[in-house]
Every structure is written in structure tokens, then in C-alpha cells.
């Protein structure tokens, strides 16, 4: 039998209820999609079954490719060949897809409502305002940047989260130049403007600190003769170290190739304030509060939850969350027909410890009140689909096979497989496994994987329907059964400048050089959305090596 279903008491495991379609097939389900970010457009780019009508509402008509953005701040690529029309994308589709420029402030999940408002500035005389309903709804918001209400960020600093932001940091790199530049400063005033801080030692800030010292160095040094030595670059970072979600070698190698460069890296220091001239630090190991003057401040130290996600959390019961808790169907927790994916949403994976006794009794074929190792064998697959957390544990201890894990019994019980347990001991062999859980990261691997899943869900909502009663198999004929949502990670890049780029594939492969810069150049040549934006990136990548980066405003 399925191990699926007993943690999972919806007869419907996976497949959202909806009204029967036997009186009439004309009338589309409505799915509405929030966002055009990675999540919602991966959903749009893999829906296929023509029955449902797609209305797609962002206050942004064009998908980023976000991992770009870095490169955009220093004009190595143009904002233009990282981003791609939403229109464009749906375009080709045999699916019914409309599209609204317009912001969902307010998601009312009881009456099915959702409440827009165009992002239009012109005077459309009150008619900014719609109402839209929905069979079911996809929430693809994304996040927002977090503060940590830092007084002073918002007003002073720059963020790297939007393409115009992105722009905005170019333009003013360049102001900083020009002005600096001016015959009536000083010395020290060149300085302060010439000060460039980043704060936040993720991946974001990093990319930005090296992409912004080789744009001084290649660059903007043969245009503004004799200022270079009045620049700066500091990193500040609350931890111990940047990069601290890579591999320890990754981390030092960027520390040590920072320091070697001149980017100032200041560790355990935590941004207090910003004012509109200079930024205030604490140290955390002595508390000592310092000050420092700049020209520029990024500000990239992670993500928050969006309005509407709290106003929406507060309504479904979910308040004091940082995230939608969906389960691993992406089917929002507490709510029908509503599901959420990608940076505004986390998957509250089941604990194995919840289910133990369901588990115990499944495996126990005979009812014997005890399992052999053999009963426990033909259901360890099963148990690892559903929950993740057993396979990374027997990986993570290495253990060989599930022996390992029950290992209770003397040698000779061990070599004849002839353990038995009863439920207290299958509890204490299974006691560390959910230990190994982890929420998966805010990253557009994610994202993209989980629009494609859902996607792929719906394409086959309706064969569910029509046999909901059909083998209850799990594995093997997944077709009457979705399978939970898994994430295949497929590795991560760090660009560090100088052509060199840190990557770290999965089974902690970790190559750092000028080798993986060309890995880089061709992964991200290679998942571009359209051959239109492949073709404009990999162009001013080659102008970029040819001629160098446009400094002009
Ligand atoms: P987003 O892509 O942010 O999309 C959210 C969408 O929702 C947007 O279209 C937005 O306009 C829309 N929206 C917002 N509010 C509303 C509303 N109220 N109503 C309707 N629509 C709304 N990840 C990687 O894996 N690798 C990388 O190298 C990488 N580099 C990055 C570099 C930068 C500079 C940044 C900022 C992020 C990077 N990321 C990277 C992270 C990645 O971009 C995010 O994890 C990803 O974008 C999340 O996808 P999403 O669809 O959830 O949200
Ligand atoms: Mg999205
Ligand atoms: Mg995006
Ligand atoms: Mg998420
Ligand atoms: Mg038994």
C-alpha cells in the first residue's frame, strides 16, 4: 500500500477539489498567477493543458533574470538583454494566458477575491481599481529586502533587487566619478565620495563589491586619470565570514582574493545606521561604534515578507510567520485552491517523529507488532519520497543501507537481517532523522523548480479527477498521484571578479578559477529564457572583452 496517504488525509492526496466538470465543459477554470518573477514564470513557461484560463497579474510585464543583476550595475551587461517581455513569453502558447500590469494588494481567500491596482501614475480617473476572482490562485509574490529597520536604509541606501535598481547604482557610481572629479574638492572630499559600501557578505553584496573594483580598475581608471587612489570599496559583514552559505574553501579564497585586491572585508561589524553622509557600525565582539563617511551604500543583507503575504498570513492563521507555510504539494496550509511557491513561501515539511506511529503500522505487514528488516525495506523508498530528511541522514551518517540505521540487534542478528523492533525502538533508531530537515533556500533554482512541479501538477489535475479512485500506488505509475515536491540541487556560483568565479556542485565538488568563470559564462548563456536574451547577453559579454564597459550615464 501507500505511504503517502496516511499523512495526508485528503482523499484527494495532492489534487485540489474543485466543482465536478460532468454538466458542461465550457467554462475555464480560472487560474489567477501572482508575479512574473522566477517562480510565476516558470509556472506560465510549463502550464500546457488548454481547459484552464490563465490570468497573470504583476506590476512588472517582463520577467529579470536576477542572477544578472550584479553585472548590469557596472554595465557589463545591459539591463535590456536581462529581462524578457511577459507577453512575449506567453505568447506561443496554446493555453488562454492574459496579462494585467498591476499590483494584488490584498488577497481575500474566502470569497476568492483578489484586489489590484494598476501601477499606472497617470489619471485613469479612479479606474486604477479591479477585482479579480479565481478558481485557483498561484502566489509568486516573491520578498522584499529586508532592513532590520535600520534607521536611515531606506532613505539613504541603494538596493540590488530590481533591474532599476540595478540602473540607478550604475548611474551613480558614475556620479560619484564625475564628482569627485571637480576641481574645487579636496582631498578628503574625494575620498568620501569615492567610498563605496556594501553591506551584506551573501552572495549579492560580494558579486557587487568584486563587479564594482574591476569596473574601477579596468575601466574607470584610464577615464578619471589620478583618482584611483582616493577609491575605496568596503564589505561589511555581521558574521564571521562573507559567503558563509559556501564551502569553507570558498570562503577563504574569497576573503584572502578581497583582501589582495583592496576591497576592505570588515567581518562581525553590524550596520546601526545610515545617515545621509556617513554610515555607523558596531562591532560585535567589543561593541565599539564607529563611523565612517561614503559615497554610495548597497544594501543587500536578505530578504522580508511583503505586505500582502502578512495581511494574508494574519487572515489564514498564520500570523508571525516570515514566509507562506505551504505543505510539500505547495498547497497553501489552512487554505483551498491556493498555493504558493518560490521567495515568499517555505514548505513546512512533516516530521517523521509526527507520523511514527502511522509508519510503524503501515511497515508492519503481518501485524505483529514488531518489524523485521525486511518489512522496513519494502517500505524505505517510500518513506524517503515523503520524507526527505531519511535520505539525507543515511547519506550524512553513511550508512549503506538501513541495517545501519537499525543496528540494535548483536552481530549475528545484524548479518542475518533478523532484527526485530518494536515501536519504542523503531522510534530511537528514527530519533535524529528529522534533524536533518532544512528549509530550502531563496534561490531561483528553487523557485524555477517549483513553478515547473506545480505547473506539471496542474497539467495533470484532470486525469486525477476523473479516476480519483484509481490505483493508489505512489511510486512507479505516478499518474493518479502527484508526488511531493522535491528540490534537486544543482549547484552554485560565486563570482568573485577577475574572471574568476567560486562554484560548488552538489556532492561538495568545489572548483574556484578561471575554469568555472567559463562554467559560469556558459550556465547562465545556457538558462536564458529566450535565444532574443541569449543572444544580447553573450554580445555584451564579448563587447565587454573588446572594448570595455560603457561609462557613460
Ligand atoms: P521574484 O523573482 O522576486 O518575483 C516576484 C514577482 O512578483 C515579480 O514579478 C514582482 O514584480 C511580482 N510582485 C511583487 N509584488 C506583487 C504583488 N503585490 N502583486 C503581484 N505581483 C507582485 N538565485 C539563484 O538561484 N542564483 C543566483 O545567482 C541569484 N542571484 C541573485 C542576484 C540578485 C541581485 C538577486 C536580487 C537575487 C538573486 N537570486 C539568485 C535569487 C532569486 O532571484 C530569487 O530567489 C527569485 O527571484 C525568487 O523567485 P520568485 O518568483 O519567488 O520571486
Ligand atoms: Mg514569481
Ligand atoms: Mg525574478
Ligand atoms: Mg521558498
Ligand atoms: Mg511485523
Not at 318 to 335: H, K, P
Not at 402 to 422: C, F, H, N, Q
Request: proline share 4%.
Amino acid at each position: 500500500g501507500s505511504l503517502v496517504a496516511y499523512a495526508d488525509a485528503s482523499p484527494t492526496n495532492g489534487v485540489p477539489s474543485i466543482a465536478s466538470k460532468a454538466n458542461g465543459d465550457e467554462k475555464k477554470k480560472k487560474v489567477v498567477v501572482l508575479g512574473t518573477g522566477w517562480a510565476g514564470t516558470s509556472f506560465l513557461k510549463n502550464i500546457k493543458d488548454p481547459s484552464y484560463e490563465v490570468q497573470v497579474i504583476s506590476p512588472r510585464n517582463y520577467f529579470a533574470f536576477t542572477p544578472l543583476l550584479p553585472s548590469v550595475t557596472c554595465g557589463t551587461v545591459e539591463a535590456r538583454s536581462i529581462v524578457e517581455p511577459i507577453r512575449n513569453i506567453v505568447r506561443k502558447k496554446r493555453v488562454d494566458i492574459r496579462f494585467n500590469e498591476a499590483e494584488c494588494y490584498k488577497i481575500d481567500a474566502e470569497n476568492r477575491k483578489l484586489y489590484c491596482r494598476s501601477n499606472e501614475n497617470n489619471n485613469l480617473n479612479g479606474k486604477k481599481e479591479f477585482v479579480v476572482d479565481y478558481d485557483y490562485l498561484v502566489i509568486a509574490v516573491g520578498a522584499q529586502v529586508n532592513t532590520f529597520n535600520t534607521p536611515g536604509v531606506v532613505e539613504n541606501c541603494h538596493f540590488l533587487k530590481e533591474v532599476e535598481d540595478a540602473q540607478r547604482i550604475r548611474r551613480t557610481v558614475i556620479d560619484c566619478f564625475e564628482r569627485a572629479s571637480l576641481p574645487t574638492l579636496d582631498e578628503e572630499d574625494r575620498k568620501k565620495i569615492l567610498h563605496f559600501a556594501v553591506v551584506g557578505g551573501g552572495p549579492t553584496g560580494v558579486e557587487f563589491a568584486a563587479e564594482l573594483h574591476d569596473f574601477v580598475n579596468e575601466d574607470l581608471v584610464k577615464l578619471y586619470p589620478g583618482l584611483q587612489d582616493f577609491v575605496k570599496i568596503t564589505l561589511l559583514e555581521a558574521g564571521d565570514h562573507i559567503l558563509n552559505m559556501f564551502d569553507k574553501r570558498i570562503t577563504t579564497f574569497a576573503e584572502e582574493k578581497f583582501r589582495r585586491d583592496g576591497i576592505d572585508v570588515k567581518t562581525g561589524s553590524m550596520v546601526i545606521k545610515v545617515t545621509d553622509k556617513e554610515i555607523s557600525t558596531k562591532e560585535m565582539k567589543n561593541g565599539e561604534i564607529s563611523s565612517m563617511p561614503y559615497g554610495m551604500t548597497v544594501w543587500s543583507t536578505g530578504i522580508g515578507t511583503r505586505p500582502i503575504i502578512k495581511d494574508f498570513m494574519t487572515q489564514i492563521g498564520q500570523a508571525n510567520r516570515r514566509a507562506l507555510a505551504t505543505d510539500e504539494w505547495l498547497r497553501v496550509e489552512g487554505c483551498d485552491n491556493v498555493y504558493a511557491l518560490g521567495d515568499c513561501a517555505t514548505i513546512n515539511q512533516r516530521r517523521v517523529m509526527e507520523d511514527i506511529s502511522a509508519i510503524f503500522s503501515k511497515a508492519d505487514q503481518d501485524n505483529s507488532g514488531t518489524l523485521t528488516v525486511k518489512e522496513f525495506q519494502e517500505v524505505i523508498d517510500d518513506i524517503c519520497e515523503r520524507y526527505p530528511q531519511v535520505e539525507l541522514y543515511l547519506k550524512n551518517k553513511q550508512m549503506h543501507n538501513i541495517v545501519d540505521l537499525l543496528k540494535k540487534g548483536s552481530k549475528e542478528d545484524v548479518a542475518k537481517e533478523s532484527i526485530e523492533l518494536d515501536i519504542e525502538e523503531f522510534k530511537s533508531a528514527l530519533s535524529q532523522v528529522d534533524s536533518q530537515m532544512k528549509n530550502l533556500p531563496a534561490t531561483a533554482q528553487v523557485a524555477a523548480q517549483q513553478g515547473a512541479y506545480l505547473a506539471h501538477c496542474f497539467n495533470r489535475m484532470d486525469e486525477c479527477e476523473k479516476d480519483p479512485e484509481g490505483p493508489l500506488r505512489f511510486r512507479g505509475s505516478g499518474r493518479h498521484r502527484f508526488r511531493p515536491f522535491r528540490y534537486k540541487h544543482l549547484g552554485q556560483f560565486a563570482p568573485l571578479g577577475g574572471e574568476q568565479t567560486a562554484a560548488q556542485l552538489p556532492g561538495d565538488w568545489v572548483s574556484i578559477g578561471h575554469s568555472s568563470q567559463w562554467l559560469w559564462y556558459s550556465v547562465y548563456a545556457s538558462k536564458q529564457v529566450s535565444w532574443r536574451t541569449r543572444a544580447l547577453v553573450i554580445t555584451d559579454w564579448t563587447r565587454r572583452f573588446v572594448f570595455g564597459r560603457d561609462s557613460s550615464r
